[in-house]
């Protein structure tokens, strides 16, 4: 398996414009996440889902932000519309959630910068 | 509320010396702490967890303490090398996989 792949690596746009990321978990994990790392809070959980169904979406930052799971293979990330502040790296990850101890696998990350 | 706090940004030691990377947590619920190594462009990867119920666990170079009682745990990686250069993020995993991670610590490892 590829791992988890995250889509674009980078992307800049403009202030008020749409941005999307995309991430294709392993393949057979049942759990996603999606991650913002900054330098003042770290790895910040925004939102994940477990079998294609959103659990916790209490980290996402405001209602510009939106993500979906249409089926077990993809995710998206939207944020509408883009502000500088939500220039970050984001990270999407799976995991298997039948173990406890399951860690889960990242991928390479989205570095977003709003100019 | 930050439930998981890694207060040291950064750390620099020799190499062949020993590395201590602390962590302190709040949320008595969580059932395995786990270890994160990032390197810079990549995502981060697993390296080492530990059961709330235990009080060690050792991987090779890599040894986890956790203190319960004082809600706090850390990393040991002796001997320290170069390559061990990378942000390291300790976390909490509760019931439904969910992770919470802390800050980070930036280990640099000088030859």
């Known amino acids: 398996d590829a791992g988890v792949i995250q889509s674009p690596r980078h992307e800049v746009t403009e202030m008020g414009q749409e941005v999307t990321l995309r991430c294709k978990p392993i393949s057979g994990h049942n759990s996603l996440f999606w991650y913002r790392q900054t330098m003042m809070r770290g790895l910040e959980l925004l939102i994940y889902?477990?079998?294609?169904?959103?659990?916790?979406d209490s980290g996402m930052p405001e209602d510009r932000f939106s993500a979906k799971m249409p089926n077990a293979s993809f995710s998206t990330l939207k944020i509408q519309p883009s502000e500088p502040r939500d220039s970050a790296v984001y990270f999407c990850?799976?995991?298997?959630?039948?173990?406890?101890?399951?860690?889960?696998?990242f991928g390479q990350g989205t570095r977003l910068t709003v100019v | 509320d930050q439930q998981v706090k890694q207060n040291s940004p950064s750390l620099s030691v020799q190499e062949g010396r020993i590395s201590i990377l602390n962590c302190d947590y709040t949320?008595?619920?969580?059932?395995?702490f786990l270890w994160y190594k990032k390197y810079p462009a990549e995502g981060p990867t697993f390296l080492i967890s530990?059961?709330?119920?235990?009080d060690k666990n050792e991987d090779g170079r890599f040894t986890v303490f956790l203190n319960k009682s004082a809600k706090h745990l850390s990393l040991h990686i002796v001997p320290s090398q170069p390559g061990d250069s990378a942000v390291y993020f300790c976390a909490g995993l509760n019931s439904g996989s969910r992770l919470t991670f802390g800050e980070g610590t930036q280990l640099t490892v000088n030859p």
């Open positions: 530990i059961s709330s119920i235990k």
């Open positions: 990850a799976s995991s298997l959630a039948e173990s406890m101890n399951t860690e889960a696998f």
């Open positions: 949320n008595s619920m969580f059932d395995y």
């Open positions: 889902f477990n079998n294609n169904v959103p659990i916790d």
